[in-house]
């Protein structure tokens, strides 16, 4: 009995957003509240990826595929093993959201929003990061806001702090921890 309770409860949170947005502190902070397995995204990269985004140069459509890939194979482990997982992914695109969406069940998108001005002084203070802030303009042309069609998806300001973020994360997914 127990173990079907877990097993309904497992599901998977991607936080979203363009670099820069607070993606990996809110994905750790909230897995952490929900006792839910972390995967940054980023981790995942593949190393030609990361070599593009480090000399300036942005993601193509087809660069991102293996690494989407890798990512929904984390997500499918964990879920197979009835353990929740909470993701960083930008899933900047809906066919990106949408890849997701067909081989993941259970699933929430928590899209962290903030203007260009705001992310960009966040990108300047941080340090050791391969994305740059001069890659901003990329990843703000390359974002889909999710829109009323998506209602999968929770938009959260990223100007609360991140206590605040999660409380409220943790009231709209009415989510608790096995």
């Known amino acids: 009995m127990a173990q079907e309770k ?3 409860q497992a599901r998977c949170i991607i936080v979203m957003g363009v670099s820069g947005s607070g993606k990996s502190t ?5 897995a952490d509240s929900l006792d839910a397995h972390f995967i940054d995204g980023d981790d995942l990269h ?3 990826n990361i070599r593009k985004m480090a000399a300036g140069e942005a993601l193509t459509d087809q660069d ?3 690494w989407l890939a890798r990512i929904q194979q984390h997500i499918g482990q964990s879920l197979a093993c009835q353990q929740s997982i909470v993701v960083v992914c930008s899933a900047l695109k809906k066919q990106y959201r949408d890849t997701f969406r067909q ?3 259970a699933l929430t998108f928590v899209f962290l ?3 260009f001005d705001v992310i ?3 990108m300047r203070a941080r340090e050791n990061h391969f994305m740059k802030v001069d890659m901003l303009n990329s990843q703000f042309a390359t974002l889909e806001r999710p829109d009323a069609f998506e209602q999968d998806v929770i938009a959260i300001d990223v100007r ?3 206590k605040v973020i999660v409380k409220q994360l943790e009231s709209r997914l009415a989510f608790s921890a096995v």
Do not use: I, M
């Open 103 to 105: 081989h993941t069940a």
């Open 26 to 30: 809110v994905a750790q902070h909230l």
């Open 160 to 162: 609360e702090p991140v």
């Open 113 to 115: 929003d903030g203007s």
């Open 46 to 48: 593949p190393a030609d």
């Open 6 to 8: 877990k097993a309904a």
């Open 120 to 122: 960009a002084q966040r």
């Open 64 to 66: 991102r595929v293996p």
